[in-house]
């Protein structure tokens, strides 16, 4: 067939008999690579040739102007290496050459994996039964399996990959910071080398340019197009198709009024679902580096819509997407009109002098922080703190640490003075979304330009595009005094005033981590419950540091682990804490709902916003939350 196939390409009008006798498959309905191959015809091959060769002249067109309109930017610095990446890495390349016995065991693990690979593509040619179930998700089309080349790239791909980024783990004598970034730099280039990135050695890639005549070639070529030109020559992929998602319309709409507003906040009180709700309300706290609306997303997943089901008086704080005016506020600042004026309000609003609070990522490190400070001047309004995903001890911090070194700071300071005093989102965006670039970037440079798809819409997605800004002041002092020098914790950090000692905090405290949260890990939060002085109940989710938090109980999905009922204090370890722990399946709101119900008073009639001493200011989810990014 392929002899035909040959032949009529090279003389279609002397050899059309022999296209004829090709199966009559369309090749739009192929299913697998050889079907799409065995569907080609003169019609279709002419296609493909002209897109391909249209596609090609394009892309090099695009690249040149996305050169041209990066180096047109005068005011932002060009760098190769932005983070600083390449000497860690190169250091750890010098030591391990250095020791000829640690590089020689390492070039035999190779080798030797290698001859596994071999010895078992045998076994597969000769039709013995081998173990195939693919374990990464990037490979699991049938035909990464089924069609022995491809097979063997991916295997290939795999065991270099891992042989390459576990390289330093053969390395002694180097510091936790060269370590981190040499092993993120590593494993940046082992996925950007991935097989499944590039069209000619991606069978589903090829199998879609041979379904469309080399059209899904063009699409993505356009994708790449229009995402160059929203990035100004900067390639960030599109994740999401936002267009059907209309905040505070489908999205953020659990109802509710707007009871305060201040100069970084807003305060969102919610309808009440039942008829009667616990005295003590509950104040959210969410991160500033994101909107609120993770928190009531959609109908089925809103933590708000449960807590409100549960008979709470929820409030949810809504942070200023901050503009250049906003600079030069500080720790102290976010303190004073975030954590404190908030509390004002939510009292105002119910007579209660009590609040539950919550404080998620880097809305739990202001609350701990600032719970520290109230601990030293006496004030006790808060009568609980849960803390999700948050961290108050920065020594086991997680992969963004990363991002905190010398080189990686002055990339961050040049990017905020070229944005007039605020981080652009878009910096952020890339920082997170390079922690899990398979997932984040990777997979959407194959389906926007390899395979030529729209992303679809995901509301996740669509809450992770909606990224905020970073004022000066108060990003520069997170970085230094928690991801850089860890002062909270050791007991050297001051507020207003003030030097914090977290022990002062008696609150009793409901600490969640997540099993898989590569941005807060579990040790690390284990090691911010230790600090606290009062009674501290920390639990275990299943998935990361947004789905393991985010998991309604009607999903039943993941698992969690809960301490021993006999269990009252934390024990000494983080490894004591999680071998005490016992499984169970579906989310941990129910566990939290228990225990925040014993710290939520009586019953009382349903609180309407509006009935307190706060006038409503206009509806949910309120107008901070529609500010967008857009540089």
């Known amino acids: 067939m392929a002899e035909k196939i040959s032949r009529a390409a090279s003389d279609p009008k002397g050899d059309q008999a022999a296209f004829e006798q090709l199966p009559p498959t369309d090749p739009a309905t192929a299913t697998t690579l050889l079907e799409a191959l065995q569907a080609q015809n003169l019609e279709s091959i002419e296609s493909l040739t002209r897109n391909l060769g249209h596609a090609l002249s394009k ?29 860690y890495a190169a250091e750890v390349t010098t030591r391990l050459v250095g020791n000829p016995e640690k590089m020689l065991a390492a070039h035999q693990d190779l080798w030797r994996g290698f001859s596994d690979l071999w010895t078992e593509t045998v076994k597969i040619s000769l039709g013995e039964e081998v173990d195939q179930e693919p374990k990464d998700k990037r490979f699991v089309d049938a035909d990464w399996q089924t069609l022995p080349m491809f097979n063997l790239i991916q295997k290939t791909y795999l065991h270099t990959a891992n042989w390459f980024t576990g390289l330093i783990d053969h390395v002694d004598g180097i510091d936790d910071m060269t370590r981190r970034k040499a092993s993120f730099f590593h494993k940046q280039l082992a996925d950007a080398f991935a097989p499944s990135n590039f069209l000619m050695t991606n069978p589903v890639a090829l199998r879609e340019a041979l379904r469309t005549g ?33 905040i505070g319309e489908n999205i953020a709409i659990s109802p509710g009024k707007i009871i305060h507003r201040g100069e970084i906040i807003e305060i969102i009180q919610y309808n009440p679902t039942t008829k009667t709700v616990f005295e003590i309300p509950i104040l959210f706290f969410p991160p500033w580096i994101n909107k609120f609306y993770i928190l009531d997303l959609r109908q089925d997943n809103s933590m708000v819509k449960w807590l409100t089901e549960q008979g709470h008086s929820v409030f949810v704080v809504s942070w200023v997407n901050p503009g250049v005016e906003h600079t030069e506020k500080t720790f102290e600042d976010y303190a004073r009109l975030g954590i404190f004026e908030a509390l004002d309000a939510v ?38 703190a849960t803390f999700f995903a948050s961290q108050s001890d920065f020594e086991e911090a ?33 920082t997170f979304n390079f922690l ?111 789905a393991g938090v985010i998991n309604h109980p009607a999903a039943q999905k993941y698992q969690h682990w809960l301490p021993s009922k006999s269990m009252t204090d934390l024990p000494a370890t983080a490894d004591q804490w999680q071998q005490s722990l016992e499984e169970f399946k579906g989310s941990w709101w129910p566990d939290w709902a228990i225990w925040l119900a014993e710290r939520s008073g009586n019953q009382i009639p349903a609180r309407v916003p509006g009935d307190g001493e706060c006038a409503v200011l206009g509806d949910a989810p309120g107008t901070y939350v529609l500010v967008k990014s857009a540089s």
């Open 347 to 384: 009292i105002k609003a119910t007579g209660q002098s009590k609040i539950n609070t919550v404080g998620y990522c880097i809305g739990g490190t202001l609350l701990a922080a600032t719970m520290a400070f109230m601990a030293k001047t006496g004030d006790d309004r808060i009568n609980s």
């Open 59 to 87: 892309v090099g067109m695009l690249g040149v102007q996305a050169v041209d309109e990066v180096m047109a930017d005068d005011a932002r610095p060009l760098r190769a290496d932005p983070y600083g990446l390449a000497p």
């Open 398 to 430: 997680g992969d963004l640490k990363v991002f905190t070194d010398d080189a990686a700071i002055q990339y961050i300071k040049d990017e905020i003075e070229h944005a007039g005093g605020v981080l652009d989102a878009t910096v952020m965006g890339e």
């Open 214 to 246: 080399g059209m899904s070639i063009v699409k993505g070529i356009s994708n790449l197009e229009q995402d160059l030109k929203r990035g100004h020559g900067r390639l960030t992929p599109n994740q999401v198709d936002e267009r059907p998602f209309k």
């Open 436 to 546: 899990r670039a398979n997932d984040l970037v990777w997979s959407f440079v194959v389906n926007n330009y390899l395979m030529g798809k729209d992303p679809k819409p995901f509301d996740l997605l669509f809450w992770n595009a909606d990224q905020t800004r970073m004022p000066k002041a108060l990003h520069l002092f997170y970085l230094d005094n928690f991801y850089r020098h860890n002062r909270l914790s050791k007991g050297e950090m001051s507020l207003m005033g003030h030097k914090l000692a977290m022990k002062d905090v008696t609150t009793p405290v409901y600490m969640q981590s997540s099993k898989e949260d590569h941005i807060a890990p579990w040790r690390s939060i284990f090691r911010g419950a230790k600090l606290f002085g009062g009674p501290v109940r920390m639990i275990l989710a299943g998935s990361g540091h947004i």
